[in-house]
């Protein structure tokens, strides 16, 4: 019976992560395809939960992004996004 519970509370958490993992790259990819002239911070809202975007600090070669990952669940993370500033 442990070993059952062991195994469903491993697929929960792995499916927990393949949620933040979707969510962390359709986040990325929506911010990447944003104008220049943005107002942070922005939600972007998708069917397995929402992302919203900071600005966190520009640096001279890139720019920092706080990503915080919200899926329908109710289980939130909290990421650092940096993107070369030639790409964005």
Do not use: C, W
Request: aromatic content about 12%; cysteine-free; charged content about 25%.
């Amino acid at each position: 019976m442990s070993q059952y519970q062991y195994t469903q509370r491993a697929t929960e958490n792995d499916l927990i992560q393949y949620q933040f993992h979707s969510l962390y790259q359709m986040g990325k990819q929506s911010l990447q395809e944003e104008k220049e002239d943005v107002n942070f911070p922005i939600t972007y809202h998708f069917p397995n939960g929402d992302v919203k975007v900071y600005s966190q600090q520009l640096k001279f070669d890139r720019a920092n992004y706080v990503i915080e990952l919200n899926t329908k669940d109710g289980h939130r993370r909290t990421l650092t996004l940096h993107v070369p500033r030639n790409s964005h």
